[in-house]
């Protein structure tokens, strides 16, 4: 931690804001839509129900736009694409950008095959307020939008381009990008932070991104990106470190991971390790 007042100052601030998210989202039960991979939806929907939130999932475009009136944000996953996501994302996010709607984006695979291809590259004068993904997923999506120098292949200044990028068209003034990974890291694209912790249990179920992802526009529906995105992230890795020490394989821990979830308090997510880097 550092010695500058200002900057502990700052950090006490920020977790304030954390504790405050948490404690919203159990009392609100904020309602976070998600067009998502179908191979996860299941576990989408129950971890924002355990996070403290309210589900809804669909994958017809004047539904999503319908219900994202009344929804605090939105979710959109491009994991195993049907042929039809090619036009419904699109319009998804030009009306949702239209509208002035918060949405968070997991660029599931970015740089694999044509259609996905087009379908992120859709969103970059449409973009959403939050991406989360791992490091080569926000590399692609920074060279893929333009953004990248020639060759760039560090993902702290690639979720730095693109978080500026979010915020200079986002509908609340700010954007943020969540890599995963060992340390997860977060930006907003002027600060940045390491998440140390978590259990590498996440990486043998499947959803475990997807539902982090979910659990993000959770948040995002009380709290700004950057807090939303840092609570996010806290989260799962105090509930993944809490289900591996009792579970006893994959099955029995995406069920603890579940009940993790629900029962981390607020205090447990504000009190993490955060370190804030240049």
Same mark, same amino acid.
């Given at each position: ?47 924002? &129900?355990? *996070?403290?939130?309210?589900? %809804?999932?669909?994958?017809?475009? =004047?539904? $999503?736009? /319908?219900?994202?009136?009344? #929804? ?68 692609? &999506?920074? *060279?893929?939008?333009?953004? %990248?120098?020639?060759?760039?292949? =560090?993902? $702290?200044? /690639?979720?730095?381009?693109? #978080? ?115």
């Amino acid at each position: 931690m550092s010695d500058d007042p200002s900057t502990n100052d700052a950090l006490g601030t920020l977790r304030a804001a954390i504790k405050q998210a948490v404690t919203d989202v159990h009392e609100q039960t904020p309602l976070a839509q998600s067009f998502t991979n179908f191979v996860t939806i299941n576990l989408v929907a129950n971890a924002q &129900l355990a *996070a403290g939130g309210t589900a %809804a999932m669909s994958y017809l475009p =004047d539904d $999503v736009i /319908a219900t994202a009136e009344i #929804a605090g944000s939105n979710y959109i996953n491009v994991g195993t694409l049907l042929p039809f996501f090619k036009d419904a994302l699109p319009e998804i996010a030009r009306k949702l950008h239209e509208n002035g709607k918060t949405w968070v984006l997991d660029p599931v695979a970015a740089g694999i095959g044509e259609t996905r291809t087009f379908i992120l590259e859709s969103f970059r004068d449409a973009p959403p307020t939050i991406v989360r993904g791992n490091a080569s997923e926000v590399i692609a &999506l920074d *060279a893929m939008w333009g953004l %990248a120098d020639a060759d760039s292949t =560090d993902p $702290v200044d /690639a979720a730095k381009r693109l #978080a500026r990028h979010l915020a200079k068209r986002s509908p609340v003034g700010a954007g943020a990008v969540a890599v995963s990974g060992a340390v997860d890291l977060v930006t907003d694209g002027e600060r940045t932070f390491r998440l140390p912790g978590g259990s590498a249990m996440m990486t043998k179920i499947t959803g475990a991104g997807c539902s982090l992802g979910g659990v993000t526009a959770t948040y995002l529906a009380v709290a700004g990106p950057l807090v939303a995105a840092i609570a996010a992230s806290l989260l799962y890795n105090r509930a993944s470190e809490i289900a591996e020490s009792t579970s006893q394989g994959p099955g029995s821990f995406q069920v603890a991971l579940l009940d993790a979830l629900w029962n981390v308090t607020a205090d447990q997510v504000a009190s993490s390790e955060i370190m804030e880097t240049a």
